[in-house]
């Protein structure tokens, strides 16, 4: 077995299992994505977006928002920093994979090697090839990079039991410049009726756009790595916006017990108006 190369541990489960119809699918979610959802959203590539992880026939179209203002950084995005909870392997900290690349059915993505080893400089970043190997959260978000931006590589981080400020400082540390997207990888709340979804869900949106850096794991599952990044975000004056918020009720599936999905994306400059950008915040939040 190739130990340099993490295969893909979710494809024909998650997405698609072959090349053809994985693009397919990206793609049609990309299709998917309103063309009036953001109308009022800030020009240019953003810094960072939130994202979910399920399946691509439950959070795809909803994916697909952030990933489809994500495209306008083709020209000049070339390092991902990509964090997500671990699902399956709990650690401590934030775990890198022993991978020096990562494989899905479009090919493959290197891990930076100088990122990496900028990020393992800190206490709390260690290497944990187990932590990857079957995590999801990561992995997802491959095929819809890969289809929007050209050649790109990542840092791949696997969020376990850690603070804010730990993981704040991971981000601050690989912040770079208009190389480096950031993406955070985040369902939001779990199994709960459909209408006190959408309740539950509403809040948390209004909490991620307020850059509040105290959700817990019932609000998000990324709730730790939201954390980390809302406390940088806040501290170099990021401009949030909600791109879409739904949930599986609305994408797949009954709405008996539904799993809650939104797309953020997270602006350096503010180039609307403060009045424009409240009103434009408060009816994203509400809708």
Excluded at 7 to 27: I, Q
Excluded at 115 to 141: C, D, K, N, T, W
Excluded at 156 to 182: K, M, N, Q
Aim: some cysteine; charged content about 20%; proline content about 6%.
């Amino acid at each position: 077995m190739d130990h340099s190369l993490r295969p893909a541990a979710v494809a024909g489960l998650f997405y698609p299992g072959s090349a053809a119809a994985l693009k397919e699918a990206v793609e049609a979610c990309l299709a998917q994505a309103r063309p009036g959802a953001s109308d009022r959203a800030l020009p240019g590539a953003p810094k960072a977006v939130i994202v979910p992880h399920a399946g691509y026939v439950y959070s795809g179209p909803v994916a697909a928002h952030a990933y489809r203002r994500i495209a306008a950084g083709r020209a000049t995005v070339r390092r991902i920093v990509v964090l997500g909870p671990v699902h399956r392997v709990p650690i401590h900290g934030l775990a890198l994979p022993a991978a020096r690349a990562f494989a899905t059915p479009l090919g493959t993505v290197r891990v930076d090697a100088e990122g990496a080893a900028r990020a393992l400089a800190l206490p709390q970043v260690r290497v944990s090839e187990a932590a990857h190997a079957l995590e999801h959260s990561l992995e997802v978000q491959l095929p819809f990079l890969q289809t929007v931006l050209e050649d790109f590589t990542i840092i791949p981080l696997a969020v376990g039991d850690a603070t804010a400020d730990e993981v704040a400082a991971v981000i601050d540390r690989l912040w770079g410049g208009a190389e480096t997207l950031i993406v955070v990888s985040s369902d939001l709340s779990h199994y709960h009726a459909y209408a006190e979804a959408r309740t539950l869900d509403g809040a948390t949106a209004r909490a991620i756009l307020a850059l509040d850096a105290s959700l817990d794991h019932e609000q998000a599952c990324g709730a730790t790595p939201i954390n980390g990044f809302a406390r940088c975000a806040r501290r170099r004056g990021l401009v949030p916006e909600v791109l879409d918020l739904r949930n599986s009720g609305d994408t797949a599936g009954d709405r008996a017990r539904v799993v809650g999905y939104a797309s953020f994306a997270f602006t350096e400059q503010a180039l609307t108006p403060s009045a424009e950008r409240a009103e434009a915040l408060a009816e994203a939040a509400d809708a």
